[in-house]
């Protein structure tokens, strides 16, 4: 070894010592207190004014029904294992319900249909044709019906903020984000949407060890539509319609334009609903309703008088320029074949009305939230990209309900929330029995917690689906083509409401069918249509999950005068089938001449 390659070898050594001893003390000061701070304030440098508040263990951004379930759940906690909450709310950025008067939110920790619901469930109480008979203005009949509305928002949302408080839940209100700089421990809140990328404001920061991303879905605007808010709207917008209309034209095949193409008929307007589709039932089944139950609630639109434009859409709007003032002064709506092109001779190709509601489906609201800069991937509707357990790409967020994805339903929105907080808390999921043929591994409520769009859409097992239409319908587990599909031999049994007491007294017009296994007569799927169908599914469930027959339904006594009835007959008929259709064919045609006398009544 010569001198020099000594000397060599000894610097060298010297500097690597130096350089650990560098890095050493680098580590040190990058950890301490000091710096730490001053690195906060460099993430922050963009804002003047900034408040930083203590570290959470969750933030949930969304105030919907899925946001306060997850925080009340977490801060709640399991085996006292309680968690610090915030729940950041942006009410107004997501044109939900709001009491002007007060500034209220009244759609705190509610669905987004809360409004239709309410505008159903009260037209069904409030008979406009009455009021108007009575001399009641316009504007009386239309503020009876909205204040009815608002109090049973307000009711839900006081209730709401009682057990937040309750559970100690933080609640902020304002428009939240992610930090330029792409940090997922911290959320930035400004004061509303508008002032972002406003550098001057007040803003609110806030660490976080886990964030849940809840902000919903809004509804989809097709473009060349001039959506107003005041005679133009969506189906979130419509809540802040401020009259009674006499008339309305509705976009829309689905469960949405069904359900407010009902709602405004009770509540007295000419109702025309335009849908792209020759067949409207077509539109229904795609989302998973059995097809008789489709076809009923098309008859049930065309008898209670809604009239439907097929094969046809929106080509121009010609809205008056008082329209905004003048609420009598119509809306002209020019149509045009589906497509584009002329309608068939003979078919209308201008509609006037009132107002016009778009109602064609949903899109997650992830707009505004600076997900790119947080490394949060999307797919191409803007809907937050998940793991089978609601897992973000970044490892401490994760997200839930509508802004994943469909289904776009609260319940499942819930749900979802209920697995993210099960990895965040690390809480075990139940499984379920493999041989059991509605086990789906990791399927939601039966096993693990695959509680992604991509899993719910291949589980028909996975929850009920209602319908708040008027009337209702609902459905659970196989349809029988689903279940012929998957090699079953299936068959029927059905029930319509006019062969049950109840039914035939109070609420005629309706059916109830189970699909079931001929070899085993296991019972795979319920479906139903008519009054209160969204509750009576929920035995049907429990019926499926307990692997019941149609023997062990036959065998079993109901209470009287009762919705539940309908399920011994539905399976009284599947082992009778040829006496069944003769009787239902009978109680068919009774109805129908029962309906003609309603409807002759009605016309004096």
């Not at 408040?51 to 306060?68: E, F, M, Q, S």
């Not at 942006?90 to 009491?99: D, F, G, I, K």
């Not at 359900?259 to 405004?264: D, H, P, V, Y």
Request: charged share 20%; with cysteine; aromatic share 6%.
């Amino acid at each position: 070894m010569t001198l020099a390659s000594t000397l060599v070898g000894r610097r060298t050594r010297r500097l690597t010592v130096n350089l650990l001893l560098v890095l050493v003390t680098l580590s040190l000061l990058c950890n301490s207190d000091a710096f730490l701070a001053r690195t906060d304030s460099a993430r922050l440098q963009r804002y003047i004014k900034a408040t930083v508040y203590d570290n959470y263990d969750l933030a949930v951004i969304g105030g919907g029904i899925v946001g306060v379930q997850a925080a009340l759940l977490a801060a709640q906690g399991k085996n006292g294992n309680k968690k610090k909450v915030i729940l950041i709310d942006a009410p107004r950025a997501s044109a939900m319900l709001m009491n002007e008067g007060t500034g209220e939110d009244l759609s705190l920790g509610a669905p987004s249909g809360l409004f239709s619901k309410a505008l159903r469930d009260t037209g069904k109480r409030i008979k406009v044709s009455t009021l108007r008979g009575m001399g009641l203005r316009e504007d009386s009949v239309w503020n009876e019906i909205i204040n009815s509305c608002v109090d049973l928002a307000h009711s839900n949302a006081d209730d709401m903020r009682r057990q937040l408080s309750q559970a100690g839940v933080t609640v902020m209100e304002g428009f939240a984000r992610f930090s330029d700089s792409g940090e997922t421990d911290r959320i930035v809140v400004h004061p509303d949407a508008t002032s972002v990328f406003d550098d001057s404001v007040q803003v609110d920061v806030v660490p976080a060890k886990n964030i849940l991303i809840a902000t919903g879905s809004k509804p989809f605007r097709p473009l060349g539509i001039p959506f107003d808010g005041k005679r133009i709207f969506d189906s979130d917008s419509i809540n802040a319609l401020k009259f009674l209309p006499k008339s309305i034209a509705i976009t829309g095949s689905g469960i949405v334009a069904m359900e407010f193409a009902k709602i405004f008929r009770n509540l007295g307007a000419e109702v025309t609903l335009i849908i792209r589709d020759q067949v409207p039932r077509n539109a229904l089944m795609k989302v998973g309703l059995d097809k008789d139950v489709s076809a009923m609630l098309v008859a049930d639109l065309i008898r209670s008088g809604i009239r439907i434009q097929k094969g046809a859409q929106v080509k121009a709007f010609s809205v008056p320029p008082e329209a905004s003032e003048n609420i009598r002064a119509p809306i002209k709506i020019h149509l045009e074949a589906n497509g584009g092109g002329a309608l068939p001779t003979g078919t209308p190709t201008e509609l006037s009305c009132d107002i016009y509601l778009a109602a064609v489906g949903r899109t997650p609201n992830t707009a505004g939230l600076n997900l790119q800069a947080a490394g949060i991937d999307v797919d191409r509707y803007g809907g937050v990209l998940v793991d089978d357990c609601l897992q973000t790409t970044r490892p401490n967020v994760f997200a839930a309900g509508d802004v994943v994805g469909r289904p776009f339903l609260a319940s499942t929105g819930v749900a979802q929330a209920q697995a993210a907080l099960s990895r965040i808390l690390g809480v075990d999921s139940p499984q379920c029995d493999v041989s059991d043929p509605t086990c789906v591994q990791n399927g939601m409520g039966q096993a693990g917690n695959s509680f992604d769009p991509a899993s719910l859409a291949s589980n028909p097992f996975a929850f009920p689906t209602g319908v708040w239409t008027s009337p209702e319908a609902a459905f659970y587990g196989l349809s029988t083509t689903q279940a012929k599909a998957l090699g079953v031999d299936a068959s029927e049994g059905m029930a319509l409401y006019a062969e049950c007491l109840r039914g035939r007294v109070f609420s005629p017009n309706g059916l109830l069918k189970l699909v079931f296994d001929r070899k085993t007569g296991r019972v795979l799927g319920v479906h139903i249509c008519g009054d209160d169908a969204c509750e009576l599914i929920h035995y049907g469930m429990e019926i499926v999950k307990g692997r019941k027959t149609i023997n062990d339904l036959v065998g079993s006594v109901y209470s009287a005068v009762t919705f539940h009835e309908l399920y011994k007959i539905a399976a009284e008929a599947a082992l009778d089938e040829d006496g069944a259709r003769k009787r239902r064919a009978a109680a068919g045609k009774a109805l129908a001449a029962r309906n003609r006398q309603v409807r002759d009544k009605q016309s004096f």
